[in-house]
């Protein structure tokens, strides 16, 4: 059984870093969105959900950008560990 990851980046590393790109994506559709014609009332309303949906997008990336600096140190002491070493 081989032990190692291709490029000593792990599946889960794998994953947060698809979910970091996908919250990207999210965050540019979310700002894309924001009325730029509209104007009134709903306008208003619409942007400032918006707003509320794009602060909370930057609280998940940044606990996504946590995980991927945790688990990216995971990655550096098991490959260190399947190397003989004692981990950074």
Do not use: C, K
């Not at 014609?37 to 306008?43: D, E, N, S, V």
């Not at 619409?46 to 688990?71: F, I, N, P, S």
């Not at 140190?73 to 950074?88: H, I, V």
Request: glycine letters at 8%; aromatic letters at 4%; hydrophobic letters at 55%.
């Amino acid at each position: 059984m081989n032990e190692s990851w291709p490029g000593e980046i792990s599946p889960a590393r794998t994953q947060v870093l698809a979910a970091i790109s996908t919250m990207a994506l999210a965050q540019a559709e979310l700002r894309a969105a924001f009325p730029v014609q509209w104007r009134g009332a709903g306008a208003e309303a619409y942007a400032t959900a918006l707003t509320a949906l794009l602060h909370h997008a930057q609280e998940v990336m940044a606990g996504l950008r946590q995980a991927d600096a945790v688990v990216a140190l995971a990655d550096r002491q098991r490959a260190a560990a399947l190397a003989g070493g004692a981990g950074p």
